[in-house]
């Protein structure tokens, strides 16, 4: 009786092992989940934060670029006029 008494605590002392394991596991993938998660996210804002400085700069420089245009079309307007 003894040796089937100990049979059962070991079988069940592995069953709660086997289940603390499966637990410990699946809480490491769930956080490791969550730090993929967050870095992606702080990798595309920081991506998207570039694009849009990108593109103030990119209409910074068009704008100059019309600015330009426009005093030179007033500037030769200027000489044509009599």
């Not at 870095?39 to 990119?58: A, G, P, V």
Request: net charge neutral.
């Amino acid at each position: 009786m003894d040796a089937l008494k100990r049979f059962y605590q070991g079988a069940l002392g592995a069953a709660l092992f086997g289940a603390y394991h499966q637990y410990t596991t699946n809480r490491i993938m769930d956080l490791n989940n969550e730090n993929v998660e967050i870095k992606h996210k702080y990798f595309m804002d920081r991506m998207e934060k570039q694009e849009m400085n990108e593109m103030e700069l990119q209409q910074k420089t068009l704008n100059e670029k019309l600015n330009k245009l426009e005093l030179l079309i007033s500037e030769q307007r200027k000489g044509w006029s009599w």
